[in-house]
């Protein structure tokens, strides 16, 4: 089955720098790479999602690219701000090419004034 | 639009009881996925129901069980539960099962099992 490794577990970071958080997937079927950010006791929500025929998707600050071939796909987000700090989890869409999604282990981002 | 909703959000069992929790989908979504998130992980997948008929299940004992209804809620049931099964489960819906499908997800029910 699918396996999606996430690095780093934790990041830190001061306000206005760059983050970046990096995944790579195993099943080479998967076509769908979603990030979502879950705050502490809330539901993980959707920031941003990149689809194979895409090399690169952005909005405002925050950014993914993925890279098939290698097998791998990273968020970055630009200018972070206070509120950006969260636990960021990237997925890939498996087994096979269904869609439900295989996990990271996630990536806890603090963002310091 | 009201998002994926679940109820109950807390729950307190002990060990060998049974549990049911409930999903209901954003309106016009005809597939729910169930995952379990431990605390410092990420969601783990549980179940994929489309149209009412179970279409994907992932790696967790026949304890584990859910069904869909006519109108797209859904139901984890959990039987003769462990400590390891103090979780968030989480419910998603997504318009339908395709791959490249969004999931949204609702807030969670937080199980303890004592």
């Known amino acids: 089955g699918e396996n999606v490794e996430q690095h780093p577990s934790t990041l830190s970071v001061q306000e206005g720098d760059s983050a970046v958080i990096k995944c790579t997937y195993s099943d080479s079927a998967s076509n769908y790479f979603p990030w979502y950010k879950q705050e502490l006791g809330k539901r993980p929500q959707l920031i941003i999602d990149i689809r194979s025929n895409v090399g690169e998707k952005k909005d405002q600050r925050i950014a993914v690219t993925l890279n098939k071939t290698a097998k791998h796909f990273s968020l970055h987000i630009t200018e972070t701000q206070p509120e950006d700090s969260a636990v960021y989890f990237c997925?890939?869409?498996?087994?096979?090419?269904?869609?439900?999604?295989?996990f990271g282990k996630g990536t806890m981002l603090l963002v310091s004034p | 639009d009201a998002g994926v909703t679940q109820s109950p959000t807390h729950l307190i069992k002990t060990r060998g009881q049974h549990v049911t929790l409930r999903c209901s989908p954003i309106s016009g979504h005809k597939s729910v996925s169930w995952y379990q998130q431990v605390l410092g992980q990420g969601p783990q997948f549980i179940f994929q129901y489309y149209e009412k008929e179970e279409r994907g299940r992932g790696n967790f004992p026949d304890r584990f069980s859910a069904r869909q209804f006519p109108n797209y809620s859904s139901e984890l049931n959990v039987n003769a539960l462990l400590l390891g099964d103090s979780a968030l489960y989480l419910c998603?819906?997504?318009?339908?099962?395709?791959?490249?499908?969004?999931?949204?997800f609702g807030p969670g029910t937080r199980l303890l099992v004592l």
């Open positions: 997925a890939a869409s498996g087994p096979s090419g269904y869609s439900t999604l295989t």
């Open positions: 998603a819906s997504s318009l339908g099962i395709a791959d490249q499908e969004t999931q949204y």
